[in-house]
């Protein structure tokens, strides 16, 4: 990460320092830094809106836009997503220099405006290279890892749901204890998803209580190839064996993936 990224960190962290402002949720030398922000700005009504804001910087930030996603009690999925949209047009005005505290400011500002015009529901994430062309991630294949679900029927219908309101395919798989999520769509949408997973709190501790999924690994992910099965749904599965898994892979030409990280997984 740039020097002028880790600096951005350090005064993000000391300007939100109220109670639950500011949290690093990853960092990875590989991956970037994943931080979430709270914070408020004036709604349609007048009155202000709490904002969860997630920003996704990767390693070669800020010649890169970050990921962002955008959660709120307040607004709908489609309001969320515009929000969303009208950030990362206005994060295009400023590549090259660190940008989260402007957008910060910008949303803050400019809340009410965004949720009066219509929503647009536009494209994909993109990022700019050091030719300065614009590269569009397509279509993306992600398999996930998940250790345990205590609350299963609720955790199972918002997977369900984020599958949906993200556009993306794929199966929700069961066999024994081995839990796996593939995902296929977008790759800005794949990575919203993880975003959502791993800071939506989506199940309970050992005590009943709601919590963060901490447990989540990704195993593999790829772009879709020609030999890869396009999946037109995303579907929940149960499988009653080993093989019957291994088929599900097998016919959608995911043989390799299976043998090379799935097979690991039975103890």
């Known amino acids: 990460m740039a020097d002028a990224a880790r600096e951005e960190l350090s005064a993000l962290a000391a300007i939100f320092c109220g109670p ?11 991956e970037g830094t994943v931080f979430r922000i709270l914070t408020k700005a004036e709604g349609l009504t007048g009155a202000d ?6 920003f996704h910087l990767p390693v070669n930030y800020p010649s890169c836009l970050p990921g962002i996603s955008v959660h ?13 949209e009208k950030l990362l047009k206005q994060a295009e005005n400023l590549l090259s220099e660190p940008m989260v505290h402007e957008l910060v400011l910008w949303i803050q500002q400019n ?16 990022c700019t290279s050091a030719t300065g062309m614009t590269v569009d991630d397509g279509l993306w294949l992600t398999l996930l890892h998940l250790d345990h679900m205590r609350a299963k029927t609720k955790y199972v219908k918002t997977i369900e749901k984020w599958a949906s309101d993200l556009k993306l395919t794929g199966k ?3 066999m024994g204890k081995i ?5 296929q769509g977008d790759r800005s949408n794949i990575k919203e998803y993880l975003l959502l997973q791993k800071t939506s709190k989506v199940d309970v501790d050992s005590s009943g209580k709601k919590c963060k999924e901490k447990m989540i690994s990704v195993l593999f992910e790829t772009k879709v190839q020609t030999e890869h099965k396009r999946f037109l749904a995303f ?5 009653s064996s080993l093989d019957e898994l291994q088929k599900e892979f097998e016919t959608a030409g995911l043989k390799k993936l299976f043998s090379e990280f799935v097979l690991g997984l039975v103890k």
């Open 111 to 126: 809340l009410r405006h965004v949720l009066n015009q219509p929503e647009t529901g536009s494209g994909s994430e993109k």
């Open 72 to 84: 709120s009690e307040h607004l709908t999925r489609a309001q969320s997503v515009t929000v969303k």
């Open 20 to 30: 639950d402002e500011w949290e690093v949720l990853s960092r990875s030398g590989t």
């Open 179 to 183: 839990i796996l999520i593939l995902l």
């Open 172 to 174: 929700l798989m069961f």
């Open 49 to 54: 809106v709490p904002l969860e804001l997630v």
């Open 235 to 239: 579907e929940v599965k149960e499988y």
